[in-house]
C-alpha cells in the first residue's frame, strides 16, 4: 500500500518540480536579457559620449590650425563637423565617427558634405537609442558648455582675419 501511494504520488512531484525549474529558467532568462540590454545601453552610451569628447578635442585642434596657419579647410572642416552634430548638415558618405575627420585632415580622404540624405543630431541620435530623460538634459548640458567654447572659437577665427576688436569685444 506504501508503495502505491509513493509511486502514485512520485510522477506528479516530478512534473511540479520540472515545472518550478522551467519557471525558474525564465526568470532567469529574462534577467540575462535585462543585463544584456543593460550592456548595450552602456556601450552605445559610451560609444557617443566618446565621440562627442573625439570630436570636441578635434575642433579645437582645428582652431589651433586655422589661428595658427590661416588655412581656410580647417574653417571649413570646423564648420562641418558642428553642422553634422547638430543635424543641420548630413553625414558623409562612409561616415566614421572615430577617424573621418582625422583621415581628411591628413589628406587621406577626399572631404564631402552630401546635398542631401539623413540629418541626425546628436541628441536625435540619442532618443532613437532610448536615453533616458536625465541623460538627454546631461547631454544638454554638455551641448550648452561647447557651444559657449564655440562662441570662444568664432572669436579667434575673427581674430585671425582682423574681423575682431578685443577693445570692443565687437566683431567687425
Known amino acids: ?18 515545472g518550478a525549474n522551467a519557471f525558474f529558467l525564465l526568470l532567469i532568462k529574462e534577467s540575462y536579457d535585462a543585463v544584456v540590454a543593460a550592456q ?7 560609444e557617443l559620449a ?5 570630436e570636441t578635442e578635434q575642433l579645437a585642434r582645428l582652431v589651433r590650425a586655422y ?6 579647410r580647417y574653417l571649413l ?3 562641418d563637423i558642428l553642422g553634422v552634430r547638430q543635424g543641420e548638415k548630413p553625414a ?7 577617424s573621418y575627420w582625422d583621415d581628411v585632415i591628413a589628406g587621406r580622404i577626399k572631404h564631402s558634405i552630401p546635398k542631401e540624405g539623413p540629418r541626425r543630431s546628436v541628441a536625435d541620435l540619442m532618443k532613437s537609442r532610448g536615453f533616458s530623460d536625465d541623460e538627454l538634459l546631461r547631454l544638454k548640458r554638455v551641448l550648452d558648455a561647447t557651444a559657449e567654447m564655440n562662441k570662444i572659437e568664432q572669436i579667434a577665427f ?3 582675419q582682423g574681423l575682431y576688436n578685443p577693445e570692443t569685444g565687437e566683431f567687425v
Not at 40 to 46: D, K, M, V
Not at 50 to 54: K, S, V
Not at 67 to 72: F, H, Q, R
Not at 92 to 98: E, K
Open 50 to 54: 566618446n565621440e562627442l569628447h573625439q
Open 77 to 79: 572642416y570646423y564648420y
Open 40 to 46: 548595450q545601453h552602456r556601450q552605445s552610451a559610451l
Open 92 to 98: 558623409p558618405a562612409n561616415f566614421n565617427p572615430r
Open 1 to 18: 500500500m506504501r508503495l502505491r501511494r509513493v509511486s502514485f504520488w512520485f510522477f506528479p512531484i516530478v512534473l511540479l518540480a520540472l
Open 158 to 160: 575673427a581674430a585671425t
Open 67 to 72: 589661428t595658427a596657419t590661416g588655412e581656410p
